[in-house]
């Protein structure tokens, strides 16, 4: 997630570098917002993946020998 969170910073200061008027430039409208939304889409995935080398699933597999 911390990952997510730079590449969000990252868009937004790419936004906030654009020279144009009112940020109307490349940066400010077109790759600032992308890079954004990728930020997005790393923190949706960060959210909803599901980590299969959980302690809770090795756990479960162990043999106890009585």
């Known amino acids: 997630m911390l990952s997510g969170v730079a590449v969000l910073v990252f868009g937004f200061i790419l936004m ?7 940020g109307f430039g490349f ?3 077109t790759l600032g917002p992308l890079v954004v939304m990728a930020g997005f889409g790393i923190q949706f995935w960060a959210i909803l993946h599901k980590d299969t080398s959980s302690t809770a699933s090795k756990n479960s597999t162990i043999n106890i020998k009585k």
């Open 16 to 22: 906030s570098l654009d020279k144009a008027d009112y």
């Open 27 to 29: 940066l400010g409208i």
